[in-house]
């Protein structure tokens, strides 16, 4: 009820602060049997790590993370799993600047508002230092759902600034294509379309110099997800997708398939025509010729590729200065001068895929409990 | 986890199809002492009822509410309220196509997927007539925000097709102009913008014609929301928010303040700078200069007006032929001879406003349990 | 959280009250495919009625349920359930006494504290006429644990007063058995042990005439359980069992196999031994030689018979004069004239039977969504 | 749904092994502004520890805690607490025996048979070693209680083997009653009885002189609890306490005040007559004469202390040699090598007492949640 959880069959619940000893997800309802090391943690969590690249935030952490429980010999128990990701950063700098003054875009005010008083230290509970948690968990999910039906979520960026990633297939784009460039430059703006790729970087780099911010647009696509998860009516599969999304920081906008451009669209325009589809093994299987409905209808899967965009918005964090007012409503003039990225997009890549693949982990095993009996 | 509930604290669990018996609704977390009567109930769902106006679907339903459970000498007891709608116009009418043919861009096939066999009749669960319960709870939530805090929540079309209202100031508009215009017509389309208004309900006349449908834009308000609801994390209020709205048949995009422009902006456009209010009785409150934020920051409320909206995609059913397949995988071609709203949107203004009001009553319950010791 | 829901895959949520239209149930998570009728629901609805016998209580309600939703063509479509129960004999008799009187042993008080005022007809909500939604969710709680695994629950009356039934096997005791006896006249005190279930009747009886009540201990089986159901920890079988059975008016105790008495156990005498039995396919499987565990271990269901008793206390009302106080704090004599059992027991076993068999039929799509990957 | 949480507003969720890194709770929900420190955490800790004195296991923890998450400056800050304690004495023994025989009494069988395989050191997750993690969320949960009510819950032996404490005044027995004795002598069995506490501490260690082990009753009292709390229907307070109890190892029965001799009274001498107090500062307010009810009404606290109590079965793990089966069904010998406890007794007291807080804080958040509009 105080939202630190998420999910209902595969389940997970988080603490920590940007500056306190470290974050902790205890994941439950993680099937057995699953083979899960210290190594495949790090992965996701490099792809998240802040100092990762100059276009990130220099905060320097290592983010090598302890499993505190649920495995055995290498494999999950069944029983709940936690993982510890300490934090190592925490420079002792002077906060009082951001103690007593709202930052402009954070939620300083709103926490006050609510707890009577906050951790201030870099934002507290309210930092993005708690998706880590988060990215770890989708480790997790990210496996059940390859060992249970081949799933697999890619995300990208789309979209920074006015610079539009072009993306032909969204389907076909690899991790490795979100990772690096062909000739194995690292990608570190994450995005596909090689030719933005490098105009986003500029503009990133751009931005930063003028101690400002700019917002964006990440697209992600999850393969290979079965016909049937989702749940009528409340649970959507849409709506769960939505609310996993929008509980990330910056997210101020979701869209599904052709999303807000269905405004402007008729029926007959928008519908996609079902086809029967003749499978290798010479089964029939039911699919859509096209995919403006984004992977989705009546909110359960219908076997197509889901495809979502979430809009990202311009790090609050500013070096220069801003007006605002201190906790006893005062005027006050504010300059954020913490570690903070000039663009979110990069590194939500990796957070973002890992809220759909945990989705996804959840309403598969609620479909294996609610299936025909 | 089979998706018929919602909410936590003020909780709704639904039941009922198309063309069974009835919809029934059980509110679980109401507070006892409210005033409730089947009056109350029937305002909106009048406003949601089928048959309303020649723009939208001619089914005949009275929609009289019976309350079965929760309320005693006119106020809520604090014990579950049940409240049940029956369905009257379920004409015998032949099912035979959309028993067997999948109809693009509904459920038939994820349903039949999912479950092993569908009620076929109308959509059985999968309808929007389902919606007819959510309306009834949101009456109660509505009148609960009310009393706990001057709450108001009010939606209207933003968009039809190409046709896109002016509002200035979102804040402003009421009930009363989205109902009917200032000389009393009825506002067939509830847009508050008249002359646009005009248009779309040509639009949608034309659309019809046609034999197609049309898709738009809704924004919600909700004002004199109090700082402090939504919960850190995962349960932002953004994030119930928007898994409210996208529980809706048809939503396919939902944003909040400034929503997908905030890609193209910098942090120093973008952020909203904070200001001190001297209030009428002279106590200090903090506000934001402008609302790009949509009222939540860092996912609670910030005191600012709410500020949402959802695209709806053009209605799925289709008088004019589409071709499809059987649920043995033969082409098929179908024409929905149903009545079906050409647009959705002026229906849908009454049940977003419903999922608005019943997450904010949940929150604030929410907010009552966790407020500091 | 306002505690009229019960179970996480397999759920129900109840409304209703003893004299207002009527009682209705929700059900959310019942598989696809479960054949289901008014005539399925009608037995255990009738063992559960008032009037059934002079034993019990002569309210007259013929508690036909009508199913609202959920099921097509006879069998359950896999979406939310909703079955009503009317209330009929609603006597517009004079409450004023109970109006302004708490009635001992009643919730009168507690309720009047709790939410400000109260249904006061008949205990409102807080009636034992609100677990008639309750055995109407068992009768498809047991069908699905039938189909699943031929799971099955037996109820009976195991002690009125001092009177204790001779049950040398509880797991053999069948439907048949605690119904009617061996020629055929029906078991009204629904304890196998016709002996004891003559003497239990007089007792009854003779209470009555003293216009007083009397209490008792009803065991429940479960048979057929397969190993495995029930989570470690906080959800362990025992502790879902426990809370369905005190969620019943009038439970004061609970326990399992040897119960109370394990307290003056050694471990050497307490713990079962296990053993490999050879099935009929030449199947090893591991029981234990004894029961004293009751089918539990770990809080895991271990494959023996679960068995389960509950203490019920003696019927609240009286038509004899008890002291109590008004609402105002007066001292004041009370009399329930109304209809009311002078034994729980008899009625007890079918509302019994209902919460475990709805406790096991969720915890076994539990199992079904958390068992390996 | 894997059942690792406990509680709704004030859920905890619990994860760790026997013999794994540690043991780490998560409490969301905890109100922001309460005083919190490894010192307040260690008292009970080391009411729980093992190793505390000769009649318990003789494995040494020292069970110092580390808060993760979720304080600040001394205070919760209302997000999410975490709390880590460390295993310390997993000695590298041979576990061989364990791993392949199945320990009678224990969840060896029933763990594997859910999960494929165990973690077979020492119990794993099924090692009573979890309920570390609930006392030191216990602790928080006391300190709330406290803090909002002035609500106080105190534990103690009432029985071991068929030696029964006397208690006259359960409501009047102090913490200080329950760890010392009036010279101050350690209280080593928690029982306030001084003459039957002797008899106990020597059954127990002719107990463990024999290899064998003994059971008990512990009773449990909370005062100072406000009328109200607890949910009509499923979450009434005696269910969600009897969960909670049974929800521990080795629990085999719970009952409330009389318990299970409700059996044999009639109405007229068990109800608890109302009347009315003249409370300290003129206010009436109602109570019982007797208490007969255990503190619960209807499921709703009465303001009367609430009594339960609830079993312990004999320690499964005996020293001497048990019959048994191996994982491939094979007859074979055990004897558990390890340390543990004769008697469950002692240590039990502290973590019985965490359940009840941690119930009661959850139960009245949800009151101040649902109280009326």
New interface residues.
């Given amino acids: 009820?105080?939202?630190?959880?998420?999910g209902?069959?595969f389940?997970i619940?988080?603490?920590?602060?940007s500056h306190?000893?470290?974050?902790?997800v205890?994941i439950?309802?993680c099937?057995?049997?699953?083979a899960l090391s210290v190594d495949d943690l790090l992965f996701d969590l490099n792809r998240r790590r802040p100092g990762q690249s100059h276009l990130v935030t220099q905060r320097q952490e290592s983010d090598v993370p302890?499993?505190?429980?649920?495995v055995?010999e290498g494999?999950t128990?069944?029983?709940?799993?936690?993982i510890?990701i300490r934090n190592e950063d925490q420079r002792s700098r002077d906060y009082n600047e951001i103690k007593d003054k709202?930052r402009?875009?954070?939620?300083d005010?709103?926490?006050d508002?609510?707890?009577?008083?906050?951790?201030y230290r870099g934002g507290?509970?309210?930092s993005a230092r708690?998706t880590v948690a988060r990215v770890a968990a989708g480790v997790v999910a990210k496996k059940?759902i390859a060992?249970?039906f081949g799933g697999k979520v890619v995300g990208y960026v789309k979209?920074?600034?006015?610079i539009v990633a072009r993306v032909d297939d969204p389907e076909r784009v690899t991790l490795a294509d979100v990772e690096a460039f062909p000739d194995g430059t690292p990608n570190l703006v994450r995005c596909p379309d090689r030719e933005r790729a490098q105009e986003m970087i500029e503009l990133i780099e751009s931005?930063r110099k003028?101690q400002?911010?700019?917002?964006?647009?990440s697209e992600i696509v999850a393969s290979n997800v079965p016909?049937?998860l989702?749940?009528?009516?409340?649970?959507?599969l849409?709506?769960?997708?939505?609310?996993?999304?929008?509980?990330l920081?910056a997210?101020?906008?979701?869209?599904?398939?052709?999303?807000?451009a269905?405004?402007?669209?008729?029926?007959?325009?928008?519908?996609?025509?079902?086809?029967?589809e003749e499978s290798g093994t010479g089964v029939?299987r039911?699919v859509?010729r096209s995919n403006r409905?984004?992977g989705?209808?009546?909110?359960?899967?219908?076997?197509m590729p889901i495809v979502l965009r979430a809009?990202?918005?311009?790090?609050?964090?500013?070096s220069?200065e801003?007006?605002?007012?201190t906790n006893t409503?005062?005027?006050a003039i504010i300059r954020t001068k913490g570690r903070h990225d000039p663009c979110l997009l990069p590194r939500f890549v990796p957070i973002g895929e890992a809220m759909v693949a945990i989705v996804l982990a959840d309403h598969y095993?609620?479909?294996?409990?609610?299936?025909?009996?």
Avoid: W
């Fill in positions: 009820m105080a939202g630190n959880s998420f209902q069959a389940r619940t988080t603490a920590g602060e306190g000893p470290g974050n902790v205890i439950d309802g099937p057995s049997g699953i302890e499993i505190l429980a649920g055995f494999r128990t069944g029983t709940s799993l936690a510890l709202y402009p875009g954070h939620a005010y709103t926490y508002a609510k707890y009577g008083f906050r951790d507290g509970r309210a708690e059940l060992e249970a979209q920074v600034g006015p931005v003028d400002d911010s700019i917002g964006g647009v016909v049937g989702g749940e009528p009516v409340f649970d959507k849409k709506a769960d997708l939505a609310k996993a999304l929008f509980s920081p997210v101020l906008g979701v869209e599904y398939g052709v999303g807000f269905c405004a402007t669209q008729r029926g007959s325009e928008h519908n996609d025509e079902f086809v029967a029939r039911v859509t409905h984004g989705m209808l009546g909110g359960i899967s219908s076997g809009a990202i918005k311009p790090t609050s964090s500013l220069r801003q007006r605002t007012v409503g005062e005027g095993l609620r479909f294996r409990a609610l299936r025909p009996a």
